[in-house]
């Protein structure tokens, strides 16, 4: 066994107890964030040095390390520095408990990048578990009513779902008597089946699969934790669980639906056809339930949901194209990569907005152009991205998963998903018309920390840069999909 | 194929049944009053060991003995794992030693922690 290849995450995993003994001895606490960036840093070299090599696996087959788990340990580790920056003001007030707040977030991390790893129905389980788990205590983290409340509903509900789930996998199991993802192909395709509804069991597990996944990407009708724990969250953790936690559930999805239950049509069609289903229902329900929403972070819960709808598009198109080539991968990788830059960018805008003015209310961001125009130049284009306007990144990574969808003969969900972005942009735009044009409450400058303007800085040239030059970024991803058809 | 799926509504027919005849013969012998119904204060009070019970049963523990049950459990579980490693120990040699070396380095940061955050302190 080449433990080499695992250097990436026990750097996270040692950088994390690190950052705990740390805590304990050190009086200075700005030490603890700068060792978190660094070991994210660092993991994210080693990582980098992987890209390109001959995909192998460590672990008895368990972990896979390919250009498919490295492009997701990027976009973790990317995702996570910008998370921790953002968090430097918000995690100076927890006094006592800062050194906990960034193991976490390492621990999180860590979690996610064995998720995208994973080949094994048992990995992929234990690597969820300490995803959810680590997510639960940051989401717990303000202590007050609302984050308390948030917490608990986020853990029972997580809980019950990877119930659910594990029976999915047992069930998955029980039919194919095989936990890795290879030989689980290889055993239904040499059913000697021609219907899917020859095989009950098989339906009932892949079905509770979608399940468990649809509760980590927030698809309805799986979504009812979305806007409540998005609330009560810390802001930057819930910037980290819209979009972390979603690239992670979409990395497992992807994984298992492409190399386990890719290949006989009669199989991939029907799920193809049930995320179609999942999707629409999810843009619908997302964006127009967004549109009465006051607090912009229960607005952008809603939003998120929508955008799993766009993403489960690509997903369909996975289902129903299998052979013919990755169009439908690499769309949603693309997709992920300029959702992640565009809604942290987003709600670093609102991190640093709502850390002077205290509120989270639409109404509270009135005439912010004159008093940050920074900001909200900012969180005026990651909005925009959001709609899907050109120039901004989520014009391309929509035109390109749509088109994916088109190509594959879902014209009907392609006009739901376009009737839907200009649903979505009237609560969009109501934000910008908000901060642009309406009378700002106070004539008192609001300013924002260092980090907080770096992250923001960062961010917004990944929104122009992915919208304006995106093949740079579409030629990873297609390196990266064509992967999933390696088989260990 | 469905043929196999009507063991188990059998089965289902069979548990509805057996706790609904359970419950029900009670009630029947009580309406045919072969069961007597002459409740009596000592009859009614809570039988334990035949000792009589002494206080309320909603007793309040202190918060403390939680966190050292935490503690203790962790190492209770770091046991757990130390007795088949220390069985099979000339068989996993080197590599066994060292991954036992890991895990206890990560349970003594935990002690560690608990220690340092007061947890083992009775205040």
């Given at each position: 066994m080449n433990l080499q290849l695992?250097?990436?995450?026990?750097?996270?995993?040692?950088?994390?107890?690190?950052?705990?003994?740390?805590?304990?001895?050190?009086?200075?606490?700005?030490?603890?964030?700068?060792?978190?960036?660094?070991?994210?840093?660092?993991?994210?070299?080693?990582?980098?040095?992987?890209?390109?090599?001959?995909?192998?696996?460590?672990?008895?087959?368990?972990?896979?390390?390919?250009?498919?788990?490295?492009?997701?340990?990027?976009?973790?580790?990317?995702?996570?520095?910008?998370?921790?920056?953002?968090?430097?003001?918000?995690?100076?007030?927890?006094?006592?408990?800062?050194?906990?707040?960034?193991?976490?977030?390492?621990?999180?991390?860590?979690?996610?990048?064995?998720?995208?790893?994973?080949?094994?129905?048992?990995?992929?389980?234990?690597?969820?578990?300490?995803?959810?788990?680590?997510?639960?205590?940051?989401?717990?983290?303000?202590?007050?009513?609302?984050?308390?409340?948030?917490?608990?509903k986020y853990f029972l509900l997580s809980a019950m779902v990877s119930a659910v789930l594990l029976f999915g996998m047992a069930l998955v199991f029980g039919v194919t008597g095989e936990?890795?993802?290879?030989?689980?192909?290889?055993?239904?395709?040499?059913?000697?089946?021609?219907?899917?509804?020859?095989?009950?069991?098989?339906?009932?597990?892949?079905?509770?699969?979608?399940?468990?996944?649809?509760?980590?990407?927030?698809?309805?009708?799986?979504?009812?934790?979305?806007?409540d724990v998005y609330e009560g969250a810390p802001t930057p953790i819930t910037a980290y669980l819209s979009v972390g936690s979603k690239a992670a559930g979409f990395a497992v999805i992807l994984r298992i639906f492409s190399s386990a239950f890719g290949l006989p049509e009669w199989l991939s069609l029907n799920w193809g056809m049930l995320f179609a289903v999942l999707a629409a229902i999810s843009m619908t329900l997302g964006n127009v339930v967004a549109l009465p929403q006051t607090n912009i972070k229960r607005m952008l819960g809603y939003s998120s949901?929508?955008?799993?709808?766009?993403?489960?598009?690509?997903?369909?198109?996975?289902?129903?194209?299998?052979?013919?080539?990755?169009?439908?991968?690499?769309?949603?990788?693309?997709?992920?990569?300029?959702?992640?830059?565009?809604?942290?960018?987003?709600?670093?805008?609102?991190?640093?907005?709502?850390?002077?003015?205290?509120?989270?209310?639409?109404?509270?961001?009135?005439?912010?152009?004159?008093?940050?125009?920074?900001?909200?130049?900012?969180?005026?284009l990651c909005l925009v991205s959001l709609i899907g306007m050109p120039p901004a990144a989520g014009f391309m990574a929509?035109?390109?998963?749509?088109?994916?969808?088109?190509?594959?003969?879902?014209?009907?969900?392609?006009?739901?998903?376009?009737?839907?972005?200009?649903?979505?942009?009237?609560?969009?735009?109501?934000?910008?018309?908000?901060?642009?044009?309406?009378?700002?409450?106070?004539?008192?400058?609001?300013?924002?920390?260092?980090?907080?303007?770096?992250?923001?800085?960062?961010?917004?040239?990944?929104?122009?840069?992915?919208?304006?030059?995106?093949?740079?970024v579409m030629k990873l991803t297609e390196a990266a999909s064509k992967m999933l058809a390696f088989l260990p | 194929m469905a043929t196999d799926y009507i063991y188990i509504a059998l089965f289902l027919l069979a548990a509805i049944l057996f706790v609904v005849t359970t419950l029900l013969i009670p009630v029947t012998l009580r309406f045919l009053k072969i069961i007597p119904h002459n409740p009596t204060p000592v009859k009614g009070s809570p039988f334990e060991c035949g000792v009589e019970t002494i206080g309320k049963t909603w007793v309040q523990f202190n918060l403390r003995y939680y966190l050292y049950a935490l503690v203790f459990l962790i190492i209770d579980v770091l046991v757990v794992f130390l007795y088949p490693w220390a069985v099979n120990i000339r068989h996993l040699g080197l590599t066994g030693l060292i991954e036992m070396l890991i895990l206890l380095t990560i349970v003594t940061v935990g002690y560690i922690y608990a220690w340092k955050k007061g947890a083992l302190e009775w205040k």
């Open positions: 695992f250097i990436p995450e026990l750097t996270l995993a040692i950088f994390a107890i690190a950052v705990i003994l740390l805590d304990l001895f050190v009086q200075r606490k700005g030490v603890l964030a700068g060792v978190s960036v660094a070991g994210l840093v660092i993991s994210a070299g080693f990582t980098l040095t992987m890209w390109g090599s001959e995909p192998q696996t460590i672990f008895n087959n368990m972990l896979a390390v390919d250009s498919f788990a490295l492009f997701f340990k990027l976009l973790f580790t990317g995702i996570a520095i910008l998370v921790i920056l953002a968090s430097v003001d918000y995690a100076s007030k927890l006094t006592n408990l800062q050194g906990e707040y960034y193991a976490l977030v390492l621990l999180s991390v860590l979690g996610m990048m064995l998720m995208a790893a994973a080949t094994e129905l048992i990995s992929i389980y234990v690597a969820l578990g300490l995803t959810s788990l680590s997510l639960c205590a940051l989401v717990g983290f303000l202590k007050d009513s609302k984050s308390s409340e948030a917490a608990l936990t890795q993802l290879s030989k689980i192909a290889q055993v239904i395709q040499a059913m000697p089946l021609t219907n899917i509804t020859d095989n009950p069991a098989l339906v009932l597990g892949v079905v509770l699969l979608i399940v468990g996944f649809g509760f980590k990407i927030a698809a309805v009708p799986f979504h009812m934790w979305v806007p949901i929508a955008q799993a709808g766009y993403l489960m598009v690509g997903l369909a198109t996975v289902g129903i194209l299998p052979t013919a080539d990755v169009l439908g991968q690499s769309a949603i990788l693309f997709f992920l990569a300029s959702y992640t830059v565009t809604n942290l960018g987003a709600f670093i805008a609102i991190i640093a907005i709502s850390n002077k003015t205290n509120s989270d209310l639409i109404q509270d961001f009135s005439g912010m152009i004159r008093r940050a125009p920074g900001l909200a130049l900012a969180l005026t929509k035109f390109y998963i749509f088109s994916a969808g088109v190509h594959s003969g879902l014209l009907w969900l392609v006009i739901i998903a376009v009737l839907n972005s200009v649903i979505s942009a009237y609560y969009y735009l109501r934000v910008v018309k908000v901060m642009w044009f309406g009378e700002p409450t106070s004539t008192e400058k609001v300013f924002s920390s260092g980090a907080l303007r770096f992250s923001l800085f960062i961010t917004s040239i990944g929104v122009l840069l992915l919208g304006i030059l995106p093949g740079l | -």
